[in-house]
């Protein structure tokens, strides 16, 4: 008997989706800790990591301020591409509900993290002299953490803190050279979404 073309692509697709299914299955969470202490730590394994760019669903690039040392969303024009921050986003597997990222300026050793002051939490620019991506020897180290989600659009991702669960890197709604903030994911006038570039 011969298949026709539409039997032939739905099982091509329903072996793509097992292989899928397979390669996730065989990925290892090293899983969870428990100290003398009765305190549950996860591990998070390193995967890969990918130098990129970041861009706001309204199209503002990121870029770094060199009197402050401020992250900030500006629509660049021309020849002026070169402003952008190239950054290296390092890819953890976690045991928790999403991918988990650390962000850091390329070929610098700065490192965007989230710290909670008062009742808001802030993202901040670290020089970091440790090296960050070792996650297992300190708790602390979270802050340099952020679930990496990719929403409904296509290619629209976003940076919630692990640390700080409900805060989000944002930047502003329309205005122009304000600084990367984080927000309540339902805050007015900030833009959670990034495109990776």
């Not at 097992?18 to 969470?29: A, D, G, K």
Request: aromatic letters at 10%.
């Amino acid at each position: 008997m011969i298949k026709s073309q539409s039997e032939h692509l739905g099982s091509v697709k329903e072996l793509t989706s097992n292989i899928s299914f397979f390669l996730s299955t065989e990925t290892i969470v090293k899983g969870v800790k428990i100290s003398a202490t009765g305190e549950r730590r996860f591990v998070f394994e390193r995967i890969n990591s990918l130098e990129c760019t970041l861009t706001d669903n309204s199209q503002k690039d990121i870029i770094c301020t060199s009197e402050d040392l401020k992250l900030q969303a500006v629509t660049l024009k021309g020849g002026n591409c070169s402003h952008k921050v190239n950054f290296k986003l390092v890819q953890y597997i976690s045991p928790n509900d999403g991918q988990t990222v650390v962000l850091s300026i390329r070929n610098h050793n700065f490192y965007i993290s989230c710290s909670m002051t008062g009742d808001k939490a802030e993202l901040n620019l670290e020089v970091k002299i440790t090296h960050v991506e070792d996650l297992r020897s300190d708790p602390d180290m979270k802050r340099f953490l952020f679930f990496n989600r990719e929403g409904p659009e296509i290619c629209l991702h976003t940076f919630e803190s692990v640390k700080y669960r409900g805060w989000f890197i944002s930047t502003a709604y329309e205005k122009e050279n304000e600084p990367l903030e984080m927000c309540r994911v339902d805050s007015a006038y900030r833009l959670t979404k990034f495109k990776i570039n």
